[in-house]
């Protein structure tokens, strides 16, 4: 039974910009806290961006004023526009509830920064 489905990945330039989105089941999506998180090679999966159901954003250092993150309730849908891209942004980018759950994970969507 999938529960997420992460999409929108891809190869890009730096400076470019993608927009990732993930799409939840109802019973997940609604009344929690939604994240977006990404994970490198061999490094450990960290958390880039959040959002409260009620739409107060929190931001990683690393991503602030370059990514946005929004959610549209009525879709169940979670989203994460990346402007600015880095290659330090490359990763496979997951969503997840805030906290997350373990059972929750995905097989994401890669992102890849290169000239």
């Known amino acids: 039974q999938v529960q997420v489905a992460e999409s929108g990945g891809g190869l890009v330039q730096p400076g470019g910009s993608l927009r990732l989105s993930c799409a939840a089941s109802?019973?997940?999506?609604?009344?929690?806290?939604m994240g977006w998180y990404r994970q490198a090679p061999g490094k450990e999966r960290e958390l880039v961006a959040r959002i409260a159901d009620g739409g107060v954003t929190n931001y990683a250092d690393s991503v602030r004023d370059r990514f946005t993150i929004s959610r549209d309730n009525a879709k169940d849908t979670l989203y994460l526009q990346m402007n600015s891209l880095k290659p330090e942004d490359t990763a496979v980018y997951y969503c997840n509830t805030y906290p997350k759950v373990t059972r929750l994970w995905g097989q994401g969507t890669q992102v890849t920064v290169s000239s």
């Open positions: 109802g019973s997940i999506f609604r009344r929690n806290a």
